[in-house]
C-alpha cells in the first residue's frame, strides 16, 4: 500500500480530512508498518538462526580440523617408527664391467713379478647395471681401482672376477685383492687359487669373493685385483661383476 497523507489544509478553512478519515489513514499506515516490522522481525530471526547455525558448523569444522591435526601428527609417529623398524633391511645394486682392450693387448706377466695389476676399460658389450638409486660406479677405468668412498662401515662387495690365462708350462697362479691402498694400513687377500698341469691357451680362470667395509682405510683406500704367479704368462680380462649390499 502506498503511503496515506492526511490533509489537513489551511487554519480554520474546514477544508482538511474529518477526524474519521485522518485517523483511517493513520491505522492503514500503522497497520502497513507492523505488518513490515513482523515480517523484518521473521527476517532478523532467520539470520539469527542461520548465524547459530553457521557458528556451530565452523565450531564443528574447527574441532574436526583440531582432530585432524591429531591424526596427521600421530600418522607422522607412525612413520617415523615404522621407518626405524625398516632400518634393518638391506638394498642391493649391481655392475658389470666387461673389458675390450686385454682382447688384443693382452696383460704381461714376468715370472715372480708382484706388481701385475688387472686392468679393465669397462666399455666392453657386456658392461652394465642394476642401479635404480644412480649409485655411484665404484669401479674406475681411468685409475683402475675401485673406490668405496660412496659405501659405509658394514656395507658389502661381492665379487665375480673372470680372465682368460696363456701359459707354456704347469703353473699355479693366485689372484689377490689389494685393498686400503695408500692408507696407513694396506693389505691383501687372496681371491684364488688355480693350478695348471700343463700348458695352455687362453684358460678360463673364474674367481668368485667377498668382501665387506670394515674399516675406514678400507673404506677410503683404493682397491684393485693382483695377478701372482712364479712364472710368465699372459692375461686377458674378460671382466668382472660385483654386487653391493648397502646394511
Known amino acids: 500500500m502506498a503511503k496515506q497523507d492526511i490533509i489537513i489544509g489551511t487554519q480554520n478553512?474546514?477544508?482538511g480530512d474529518t477526524l474519521y478519515t485522518a485517523f483511517t489513514k493513520t491505522e492503514s499506515n500503522f497497520t502497513e508498518l507492523?505488518?513490515?516490522d513482523v515480517v523484518i522481525e521473521g527476517d532478523v530471526a532467520s539470520l539469527q538462526a542461520d548465524t547459530s547455525t553457521?557458528?556451530?558448523a565452523i565450531a564443528a569444522n574447527t574441532l574436526a580440523t583440531a582432530s585432524n591435526a591429531v591424526n596427521i601428527t600421530a600418522n607422522?609417529?607412525?612413520i617415523t617408527a615404522n621407518t626405524a623398524l625398516i632400518t634393518g633391511f638391506t638394498r642391493t645394486?649391481?655392475?658389470d664391467a666387461s673389458d675390450t682392450a686385454t682382447t688384443s693387448s693382452p696383460i704381461v706377466h714376468?715370472?715372480?713379478a708382484t706388481n701385475t695389476y688387472l686392468t679393465n676399460n669397462a666399455i666392453g658389450s657386456n658392461t652394465t647395471s642394476y642401479n635404480p638409486d644412480s649409485n655411484d660406479?665404484?669401479?674406475d677405468p681411468a685409475t683402475n681401482k675401485f673406490n668405496f668412498t660412496s659405501l659405509k662401515v658394514g656395507d658389502t662387495v661381492f665379487f665375480r672376477v673372470d680372465i682368460n690365462l696363456t701359459n707354456s708350462?704347469?703353473?699355479e697362479v693366485d689372484l689377490f685383492m689389494s685393498l686400503a691402498e695408500g692408507s696407513a694400513a694396506p693389505y691383501e687377500l687372496n681371491m684364488n687359487h688355480t693350478y695348471y698341469k700343463t700348458a695352455s691357451n687362453l684358460a678360463n680362470d673364474t674367481a668368485i669373493f667377498e668382501v665387506y667395509i670394515g674399516d675406514e682405510n678400507t673404506r677410503t683406500g683404493g682397491a684393485r685385483f693382483r695377478f701372482g704367479s712364479i712364472a710368465a704368462a699372459t692375461i686377458v680380462v674378460n671382466g668382472w661383476y660385483y654386487k653391493i649390499t648397502v646394511v
Open 13 to 15: 478553512a474546514k477544508a
Open 34 to 36: 507492523y505488518a513490515k
Open 54 to 56: 553457521n557458528t556451530t
Open 76 to 78: 607422522s609417529s607412525a
Open 93 to 95: 645394486y649391481w655392475f
Open 110 to 112: 714376468g715370472a715372480a
Open 137 to 139: 660406479v665404484l669401479w
Open 169 to 171: 708350462a704347469a703353473q
